[in-house]
């Protein structure tokens, strides 16, 4: 690990450009980042690409492209219905014709200036641009619904690992999933690494629902001291929402921080946090400036109370800033 915490480009520097695009993993090496993080999913025909949903329809183009008109469907995704275009149906010469645009347009102003800047990318090259970076730069995977693609004969861990079979090392690969089952089998499968379990604020693992049902052990169940200690016998870290790092009052203002990242370190576990965000609509109501929500709020100041905890890593949309709070003095959260 470099310098704590490890300052992560959450799917790129998503703040400043579409996610997951090339701009935004470029943008975010110049800034930067010590590491990237990609979501990974597959096409039709086997290709790992980088998308945070399998469902494709808000971040590229493809709902204006009249040749795909007709791959318009519903499905069921870890328990969610959805309905547009989804990677599955998509070969990858199909895919390499869509081009990436904003998700957050109405926040991200700026950033939708690149629409149509740039095609969904392959694992493969993000990998490419890494290599070709001037200093060492940390791949933070993240495997994507892996239970819903096995269900469909895409089995994400055997192709993850194919692909990273000659690029990984202990030191330059960071696994994560919010599905522990996965991470065992890419462990199982020899690819060197830090693998982290991945923990929302609120419902249980799609794996453990899959196979358990309504008696499959929630996220809160696994982040207490049992379930911690349980995780440490497979895991090396956890990485949860900040919701969960982050202490608030009844009206919602930060307030505080949690004693999760200590209980964390305390069982031999690292630490982590998503997703660190500038403008006000992902701010607690005490740290936001005026009142339109595309506006940056008082970002140092949580940031800040973040890092304090002695997190491991935190994974930021803008990694600029997250490097600078991390330069900073240690502070406080008060009344605004």
């Known amino acids: 690990m470099t310098k704590r915490p490890l300052v992560i480009a959450h799917r790129g520097a998503s703040g400043y450009r579409p996610e997951h695009s090339r701009a935004a993993y470029e943008l975010a090496i110049e800034l930067g980042a010590d590491a990237l993080e990609p979501d990974i999913v597959s096409t039709r025909d086997g290709v790992l690409v980088l998308r945070h949903d399998n469902e494709i329809s808000g971040t590229t183009d493809i709902a204006t492209n009249p040749k795909f008109a007709d791959r318009k469907t519903t499905k069921v995704v870890d328990g969610v219905e959805l309905?547009?275009?989804?990677?599955?149906?998509?070969?990858?010469?199909?895919?390499?014709?869509?081009?990436?645009?904003?998700?957050?347009?109405?926040?991200?102003?700026?950033?939708?200036?690149?629409?149509?800047?740039?095609?969904?990318?392959?694992?493969?090259?993000?990998?490419?641009?890494?290599?070709?970076a001037d200093r060492p730069i940390m791949l933070v995977a993240e495997i994507k619904h892996p239970t819903y693609f096995a269900s469909i004969?895409?089995?994400?861990?055997?192709?993850?690992?194919?692909?990273m079979a000659?690029?990984?090392?202990?030191?330059?690969?960071v696994v994560e999933s919010f599905e522990q089952s996965v991470l065992g089998k890419i462990r199982a499968r020899g690819?060197?690494?830090?693998?982290?379990?991945?923990?929302?604020?609120?419902?249980?693992?799609a794996d453990l629902v899959a196979a358990m049902g309504a008696k499959a052990p929630s996220y809160a169940e696994h982040l207490t001291n049992e379930g911690l200690a349980r995780l440490a016998l497979s895991v090396d870290?956890?990485?949860v929402a900040k919701s969960l790092i982050l202490k608030t009052d009844d009206e919602g203002h930060v307030i505080g921080t949690t004693d999760l990242v200590a209980r964390a370190h305390a069982l031999g576990l690292t630490a982590w946090t998503f997703t660190l965000r500038a403008e006000n609509h992902f701010?607690?109501?005490?740290?936001?400036?005026?009142?339109?929500?595309?506006?940056?709020?008082?970002?140092?100041?949580?940031?800040?109370l973040i890092m304090d905890t002695g997190i491991d890593?935190?994974?930021?949309?803008?990694?600029?800033?997250?490097?600078?709070?991390?330069?900073?003095?240690?502070?406080?959260?008060g009344p605004a």
Do not use: C
Request: aromatic share 10%; hydrophobic share 40%; no cysteine.
């Open 237 to 239: 870290g956890v990485s």
């Open 283 to 304: 701010l607690a109501p005490n740290l936001r400036k005026g009142k339109a929500d595309n506006m940056y709020g008082d970002w140092r100041r949580e940031f800040r």
């Open 83 to 132: 309905t547009g275009w989804f990677i599955e149906d998509f070969t990858w010469d199909e895919l390499a014709k869509v081009r990436t645009m904003e998700r957050l347009p109405k926040l991200r102003r700026g950033s939708t200036t690149f629409i149509g800047g740039g095609g969904i990318l392959r694992l493969t090259d993000l990998l490419e641009l890494i290599d070709a």
């Open 191 to 205: 690819i060197p690494g830090h693998y982290v379990f991945l923990a929302d604020d609120e419902g249980s693992p």
């Open 166 to 173: 000659d690029w990984a090392t202990p030191t330059n690969l």
């Open 153 to 163: 004969g895409l089995h994400l861990d055997e192709m993850f690992a194919a692909v």
């Open 313 to 333: 890593g935190v994974f930021a949309d803008q990694p600029d800033l997250a490097l600078q709070a991390r330069d900073t003095e240690p502070t406080v959260v």
